[in-house]
């Protein structure tokens, strides 16, 4: 095709406005269907929407769309080759199951028969996720009308699951199961946002996330602290030791060889976080809290989207009623998680963790650490090309707006693709704070979601060459 830049944007413009209707359409009947994963008696409603998108995808034009089981909720996979045998695969994943949502929860109408008002959709699931996934139903078709193609300009594939929203537990096996059929040169995540309305965003990672529990015994049952306290260990000192032992003054957590490995921010990253039009306060008024604290040397973004972190999640033992009652606890209990960033394995911070407790649990107190699943770091760097065609597709959807880069504090399957797969992972999503993931009243901004089916045109062809 012949088009320039200015024409090939208003040429999908075009496209997108004459199947809008159909498209909001399509996705409506979606969103009613109420796919939430952790609620057994929504199993045939999370089977009904995978079958849902498989058909809706074959639909699209995907020559292959399957529902594939898992021990759990069922994926779906679909795939839809290029015409050209040496263009490289990109594997999009999103997923298709909901948070739980009532109309008692304070909706102001039924949380799964949307509704738009105001050029908002409201409806459970409208930006987490089936919006998002959605949006590139309608962006590889309008990429074919762009292009002139019969086929994507890359291998396309998509995986969207069906347990995100209770925990992904059998996510990783499944794409162990299926490495082959998912091998791509990229992974794109359609489960993500931007820093707000008008500041278009890409993100660039999330952290990982390790957890554990940490049971402590002293006596074999409870004891009286008059005739034994001072001369038996007390598990709940021993826990409030641990605790106020896990940070140094700065704030730096204080397990010996946590930071191993840890990837440090460049001066350029700081620089492209810095420019981000961060509110402090009104940070502070979302997080319900009433000052700032963290490791010395960072800044508020800079700690939650790029260090590791160690936080006490829980912390009990002895008596909780009213009044006293003078006694040596039997045991305490303390849960507590790290977010972890590139470069840190969780394995090697399992390790150090315990290694760290024995040193200092004293002789007559019995421990137990039990961790839980652990969810690996990823990382793409800024000048990846995919990166970079990424923020391409971006742009074009929002005028040649500049577009800036942020990291997600939170932790996710994403890292399970990139550490299978062996694969970059970039994010693509148009949601922002306001949409209202899990809560009543979620929305998705029709204009935004709009904005992610152009990103999602101009995307393959960017990868193309950007992957070869």
């Known amino acids: 095709m012949s088009d320039t830049p200015d024409s090939a944007v208003q040429t999908v413009r075009n496209y997108i406005e004459q199947h809008r209707a159909a498209f909001l359409d399509d996705l409506a009947a979606w969103l009613r269907i109420p796919s939430v994963s952790a609620q057994p008696h929504h199993a045939a409603d999370v089977r009904r929407s995978a079958e849902w998108l498989a058909a809706k995808l074959k639909d699209t034009g995907f020559p292959t769309a399957e529902v594939w089981e898992t021990a759990g909720a069922p994926a779906v996979f679909a795939e839809w080759p290029s015409a050209d045998p040496d263009a490289p695969t990109v594997l999009v994943y999103g997923h298709h199951d909901v948070q739980p949502a009532a109309r008692e929860d304070g909706w102001h109408?039924?949380?799964?028969?949307?509704?738009?008002?105001?050029?908002?959709?409201?409806?459970?699931?409208?930006?987490d996720d089936k919006g998002q996934v959605f949006f590139h139903t309608l962006g590889v078709r309008a990429h074919l009308a762009l292009?002139?193609?019969?086929?994507?300009?890359?291998?396309?594939?998509?995986?969207?699951?069906?347990?995100?929203?209770?925990?992904?537990?059998?996510?990783?096996?499944?794409?162990?199961?299926?490495?082959?059929?998912?091998?791509?040169?990229?992974?794109?995540?359609?489960?993500?946002?931007?820093?707000?309305?008008?500041?278009?965003?890409?993100?660039?990672?999330?952290?990982g996330l390790a957890d554990c529990e940490i049971e402590l015994y002293g006596p074999d049952q409870d004891i009286h602290s008059g005739s034994f306290g001072g001369a038996v260990p007390n598990?709940?000192?021993?826990?409030?030791?641990l605790v106020a032992a896990l940070h140094d003054a700065d704030e730096r957590v204080a397990i010996p060889g946590f930071y191993d490995g840890v990837a440090e921010l460049t001066d350029a990253e700081r620089a492209l976080i810095?420019?981000?039009?961060?509110?402090?306060?009104?940070?502070?008024?979302?997080?319900?809290?009433?000052?700032?604290?963290?490791?010395?040397?960072?800044?508020?973004?800079?700690?939650?989207?790029?260090?590791?972190?160690?936080?006490?999640?829980?912390?009990?033992?002895g008596y909780q009623g009213p009044g006293g009652k003078t006694i040596i606890p039997s045991s305490a209990q303390l849960k507590l998680s790290f977010r972890l960033v590139a470069g840190q394995d969780p394995d090697r911070i399992e390790q150090a963790v315990r290694d760290w407790v024995a040193a200092r649990v004293p002789a007559g107190i019995r421990h137990k650490i039990t961790f839980g699943a652990a969810t690996r770091p990823c990382l793409t760097p800024l000048d990846h090309p995919a990166l970079q065609a990424v923020a391409r597709s971006m742009s074009r959807a929002f005028d040649g707006t500049k577009i800036r880069y942020t990291r997600e504090g939170g932790s996710g399957p994403a890292a399970d693709l990139q550490d299978v797969l062996e694969a970059p992972v970039l994010f693509l999503g148009i949601s922002v704070p306001s949409d209202g993931w899990h809560a009543p009243n979620e929305k998705v901004e029709l204009d935004l979601l709009l904005k992610g089916v152009e990103a999602s045109a101009h995307l393959w062809g960017e990868m193309a060459g950007a992957l070869r």
């Open 147 to 207: 292009t002139g193609r019969t086929t994507p300009a890359v291998h396309l594939k998509l995986l969207v699951e069906g347990e995100e929203e209770s925990g992904s537990e059998h996510f990783r096996a499944l794409v162990e199961q299926h490495r082959d059929r998912l091998a791509a040169d990229a992974v794109i995540v359609s489960d993500t946002g931007m820093w707000n309305e008008t500041t278009p965003t890409v993100c660039t990672g999330m952290r």
């Open 274 to 317: 810095a420019e981000l039009p961060f509110d402090e306060p009104a940070w502070l008024a979302a997080a319900r809290s009433h000052g700032t604290l963290g490791e010395a040397g960072y800044s508020t973004l800079e700690r939650v989207w790029a260090r590791p972190t160690a936080e006490v999640n829980g912390i009990g033992g």
């Open 235 to 241: 598990p709940a000192t021993t826990a409030a030791r």
């Open 109 to 127: 109408t039924d949380p799964f028969e949307p509704v738009i008002k105001e050029n908002r959709l409201y409806a459970r699931g409208a930006a």
